[in-house]
Structure formats: structure tokens, C-alpha cells
């Protein structure tokens, strides 16, 4: 297991278009969450998984969003109608349960969206 | 509010000198509390995970604290390489519910030859 991996590394969109993310997390891993961070900030809670069921949202995640995660392993995060505003690195991380002792959690390389 | 405030903002200092970077936080009820590195354009890397009844923990030239009584934890690096430059983010987890992570917005290191 090489950690957690995103695709692509890299998208470049007209704003307007959709675009759709992947994350394959850490296999033993049962839940996942996706992150936005925008240059010189923390990233920023978006969504999060366990198995297949997406349990919280934020407020942060418009109706453009979209996560899903079908068979309880890779996840996907689809943006409709892209905005300029949407630019940002989208991180995904995994973990097992909460993440705490020594598991802790661990992040995905990123996918940086530019759009424009 | 739950907020993980860090200091200071940047940070440039010369190879091998030591550092270290302050982290306070407001986050109640207080799970646990890591250091992450995160190199530019790449995702953070955990350094160290400290629950409350943890007051310090090291991993290599890394050395974190925490005081949980007046909330705040320290990063201490050791004998600093150019390979340190990156930023450098608190992490606190806790909160009723789900635990989510709350990020501090990091401190950027620059190593100097």
C-alpha cells in the first residue's frame, strides 16, 4: 500500500465545466475526507465518510459538490459548473475510526484545481 | 469558537539553528493535537500525534509539547537542514460529534544556507 492517492495531480478548467476528482485511500482505512486549502491557509473541512455513507457536510460544500464513495473504498468529488472561487488544492485524507493514537490521519499529494 | 491560531506567520533562519513554532488553540472538548509538515504542493505529513495526558513527543529533530492546562504546544526543531523549509500546521482534534480536524493556517519555515 503506497498511502493515499489522488488524481490528477493537476486539472486546469474553463470555468463553467465540471470536473471530477479521485481518491484511493489507504485500504484498511474506513473512513475518508476531502479538504480544500487555498494558498496560505489550512485546508478546510468539506466532507467525510464512513464506509460508503457520507456522515457530515459543510457548509462549505454548495450544491455544485458533489462526494461519493460507493463501495466504501475510492471516493470521487465532482464540481458542477465551475467558478474561478473554486480554484484551490483539494486534499483527501483517510484513517481508521477517528484517527487518533498512532493511525492518525493520513493525506493524499492533493489535487491542484485551477480554473479560468 | 474552535481556532488554532500559530505563530509566527514565517520564519527564516539559518542551516543548522534550532527553531521553535508556538500553537495555541481554543478547540474544546480537546482530543488530541499534531504537527504536520507540508511541503508546497504537496499534501501535510504527520510529525507527531499527542493526546492530553502527553506533554511532549519527538520524532527525530522534531520535538513537540503541550500543555494542555493553557492550550498551547510548541514545535522544536533541532539542528535545522534546508530539507525543513515547508510550512508547519497545528492540528487539533475534538469537538462534540464528529472530531473534525480543526488547522491551524501554519507557519512558513525557510531554511537558509
Known amino acids: 500500500d503506497t498511502g493515499v492517492s489522488q488524481d490528477p495531480r493537476h486539472k486546469i478548467t474553463k470555468r463553467g465545466q465540471n470536473v471530477t476528482f479521485r481518491c484511493d485511500p489507504i485500504s484498511e482505512h474506513n473512513r475518508l475526507y476531502w479538504y480544500r486549502q487555498t494558498l496560505g491557509q489550512g485546508p478546510e473541512f468539506l466532507t467525510y465518510?464512513?464506509?460508503?455513507?457520507?456522515?457530515?457536510k459543510s457548509r462549505l460544500l454548495s450544491d455544485r459538490f458533489s462526494a461519493e464513495r460507493p463501495k466504501g473504498s475510492f471516493s470521487t468529488l465532482e464540481i458542477q459548473r465551475t467558478e474561478q472561487g473554486d480554484s484551490a488544492m483539494y486534499l483527501c485524507?483517510?484513517?481508521?475510526?477517528?484517527?487518533?493514537?498512532?493511525?492518525?490521519?493520513?493525506f493524499g499529494s492533493g489535487t491542484r484545481l485551477t480554473v479560468v | 469558537k474552535n481556532q488554532v491560531e500559530q505563530s509566527p506567520q514565517s520564519l527564516i533562519i539559518l542551516e543548522g539553528k534550532n527553531c521553535t513554532l508556538q500553537c495555541n488553540y481554543t478547540v474544546s472538548p480537546f482530543s488530541n493535537l499534531r504537527w504536520y509538515k507540508q511541503d508546497t504542493g504537496r499534501g501535510p505529513v504527520s510529525l507527531t500525534i499527542?493526546?492530553?495526558?502527553?506533554n511532549t513527543k519527538s520524532n527525530g529533530r522534531y520535538t513537540a509539547t503541550l500543555d494542555a492546562d493553557t492550550k498551547q504546544s510548541s514545535l522544536h526543531i533541532t539542528a535545522s537542514q534546508l530539507s525543513d523549509s515547508a510550512s508547519y500546521i497545528c492540528?487539533?482534534?475534538?469537538?462534540?460529534?464528529?472530531?473534525?480536524?480543526?488547522f491551524g493556517t501554519g507557519t512558513r519555515l525557510l531554511v537558509s544556507p
Open positions: 492540528v487539533v482534534s475534538g469537538g462534540t460529534g464528529f472530531q473534525k480536524l480543526v
Open positions: 499527542m493526546t492530553f495526558s502527553e
Open positions: 465518510f464512513q464506509n460508503e455513507a457520507q456522515l457530515e
Open positions: 485524507a483517510s484513517s481508521l475510526d477517528g484517527g487518533g493514537g498512532n493511525y492518525g490521519y493520513t
